[in-house]
């Protein structure tokens, strides 16, 4: 029975019923949850949605099986555990599901999903093929049911904060923002283990490839999917997305008109047919919310550093970065304007210097001349976790039924633009992307 229907019953049952109705309700009104494609982020997803107070954990469904054996050690023998997901949804006592699997999988299970009746935390990008943005956004609207796409820092107190100080006027009028995302180790990389035991008959290979063209046994091509084009979405899909979620939650912005994106594989020529490095230059129109800008995103497999990510919003009167904290620096606008004369002869220098200290009087350097830049700092406090606070909004909302805060449209306007700069980077075009509707231009 699903959760709407066991909450209908339990509303409507006679006073009389209500006791035993109400010991009961404790145990059965759980929302039962399934996770497909149990891998590095399904198990994440996992961890967080059962830390969800009022959820329960049913069932996983993986087409590898040594995954699902290893959920089975995690969990309990009790878990139902299959390779075909199609099994889990089309169990009546599943009311959620969590689809965390190579990308090229995320809109039909999602699809299929919300047509099986059930609410959907997809992870992100919640499409592989842009085109497909639009087809999630009608499931979820024909169907009513709930999508939450897998961008956690959309629920981040962190990125609320920037949010808020963005809203208040805090760094002026906004002109550019910087985003990075640059890692230096194999595994940063994509370089992910390959287990011992893979095989045809551990390894359901057709099901794995499913709408990709059909080829071989191979398995680094399931193992390290994100190096390919046939299942992931390369830097673009897997990071650059978060960062346009970020940025867009933390502006109310919905998506840039003009693409371009550079880049190339420099240094892991491990077989990937995707880049190592990538930039990408995107034009944002003014909307109620913020002025017209520029955005300049990179990622960087090849940094000669750690890892580090984050943002550098640039405004009239300050900056604000944005990563595991917030950190804002105030500048006031220049009240002693430049005099570049030194290209003038001697007679207009000393002419222009005449008039212009009429207006601006010299001013002795001193401590009252020195520029005044503030710098505040906020922090989250220690051991705070967005990606729990993500799953707790996706299931309050599958139990009162109101928004979620990162719906299918707030998912293409962030996974589209990524998509959109693979296409730019393959195609060498600048692309035009329509915002509003979503969608590639011409
Ligand atoms: N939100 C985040 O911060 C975050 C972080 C990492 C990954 N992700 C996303 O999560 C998804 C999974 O990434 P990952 O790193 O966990 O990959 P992974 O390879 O570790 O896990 C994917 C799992 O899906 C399984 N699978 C493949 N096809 C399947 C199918 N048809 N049915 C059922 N299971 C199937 C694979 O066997 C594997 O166990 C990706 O879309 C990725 O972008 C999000």
């Keep these: ?63 590898y099986q040594g995954r699902l054996d290893r959920a089975k050690e995690i ?44 609410d959907v935390y997809v992870e992100k990008p919640m499409v592989q093929q842009p085109a497909d943005g639009l087809k ?6 024909k169907t009513g049911r709930i999508l939450q796409v897998g961008s956690q820092r959309v629920s981040s107190i962190v990125y609320e904060k920037a949010r808020d100080l963005f809203r208040s006027g805090a760094i002026g009028e906004l002109n550019l923002v910087e985003a990075n995302w640059d890692r230096n180790s ?14 045809p008959q551990t390894v359901d290979w057709d099901r794995f490839l499913g709408s990709a063209p059909k080829r071989p046994f191979e398995p680094i091509r399931l193992f390290r999917w994100r190096n390919y084009q046939d299942y992931g979405t390369g830097v673009a899909g897997d990071l650059f997305v978060h960062l346009f979620s970020g940025l867009h939650h933390i502006l109310g912005a919905i998506g840039p008109d003009r693409i371009f994106a550079s ?110 830049v503030r710098e505040e700092v906020y922090s989250p406090p220690p051991g705070y976790n967005d990606h729990r606070d993500h799953h707790a909004n996706f299931f309050s909302a599958v139990r009162t039924r109101k928004p979620v805060v990162e719906d299918a449209l707030f998912g293409i306007r962030a996974a589209g633009p990524a998509l959109a700069s693979n296409a730019s980077y393959f195609s060498g075009k600048i692309l035009a992307w329509d915002p509003s509707k979503a969608e590639l231009k011409g």
């Excluded at 090229?104 to 047509?115: G, R, Y």
């Excluded at 999630?136 to 609207?141: E, L, P």
């Design 136 to 141: 999630v956004v009608a499931a979820a609207k």
């Design 186 to 199: 194999a595994i940063g990389a994509w370089q992910y283990s390959i287990p011992t035991d893979a095989s």
């Design 263 to 372: 880049g190339g594989l420099r240094f892991w020529k491990d077989g990937r047919d995707v880049p190592d490095i990538m930039m990408g230059l995107y034009d944002y129109s003014k909307t109620l919310n913020h002025p017209a800008f520029n955005l300049c995103l990179r990622v960087n497999f090849v940094n000669g550093a750690g890892e580090t990510s984050g943002f550098r919003f640039v405004g009239s009167e300050g900056i604000m970065t944005v990563g595991n904290g917030v950190t804002l620096t105030k500048q006031p606008p220049e009240t002693e304007p430049g005099t570049s004369i030194g290209t003038f002869s001697k007679a207009t220098q000393e002419q222009f210097m005449k008039q212009y200290r009429l207006k601006h009087p010299a001013r002795k350097a001193s401590a009252a001349t020195m520029k005044a």
């Design 1 to 63: 029975m699903s959760f709407s229907r066991r909450h209908f019953i339990l509303q409507s049952a006679g006073a009389a019923a209500l006791p035993a109705l109400a010991q009961s309700r404790a145990a059965n009104d759980k929302i039962q949850f399934a996770t497909i494609g149990i891998g590095g982020m399904g198990f994440g997803d996992t961890a967080s949605a059962v830390a969800t107070p009022g959820t329960q954990f049913a069932a996983a469904a993986d087409i």
């Design 75 to 118: 969990y309990g023998n009790a878990l139902f555990t299959t390779r075909d997901y199609k099994e889990i949804l089309a169990r009546k006592d599943i009311d959620a599901v969590i689809v965390a699997t190579p990308d090229h999988w995320h809109a039909q299970i999602a699809i299929e999903a919300m047509e099986a009746g059930k």
